[in-house]
Nanobody
Framework: QVQLVESGGGLVQPGGSLRVSCAASGSILSIYRMGWYRQAPGNQRELVASITNDGSTNYADSVKGRFTISKNNAKNTVYLQMNSLKPEDTAVYYC???????????????WGQGTQVTVSS
């Protein structure tokens, strides 16, 4: 009913920048919140940043001052601008959306398929 498609991952050198995007589509009545999570091998999935429908943002301490989350409501798209990247930022980045589904009227959380971000020289 709802699909999240991520794009923009890749390989970048330490200190470099990368922007990932996530577009939500399907039977969407409203999106309460969108966020980015990441999971490195052997680690649990962790919240990187999130943004609510009123624009309030939340960041993990490890990315504050380096990453910026933003959204385009008209396109149901969320972006994560990542600057000053470090090797420890290497992970699969997953998009998450808290959606009110139009057909069922149910609020549900959806995940994207993930996009690999590798920070290495």
């Amino acid at each position: 009913q709802v699909q999240l498609v991520e794009s923009g991952g890749g390989l970048v050198q330490p200190g470099g920048s990368l922007r990932v995007s996530c577009a939500a589509s399907g039977s969407i009545l409203s999106i309460y919140r969108m966020g980015w999570y990441r999971q490195a091998p052997g680690n649990q999935r962790e919240l990187v940043a999130s943004i609510t429908n009123d624009g309030s943002t939340n960041y993990a301490d490890s990315v504050k001052g380096r990453f910026t989350i933003s959204k385009n409501n008209a396109k149901n798209t969320v972006y994560l601008q990542m600057n000053s990247l470090k090797p420890e930022d290497t992970a699969v980045y997953y998009c998450n959306a808290d959606v009110l589904v139009a057909v069922s009227g149910v609020r549900y959380g959806y995940w994207g398929q993930g996009t690999q971000v590798t920070v290495s020289s």
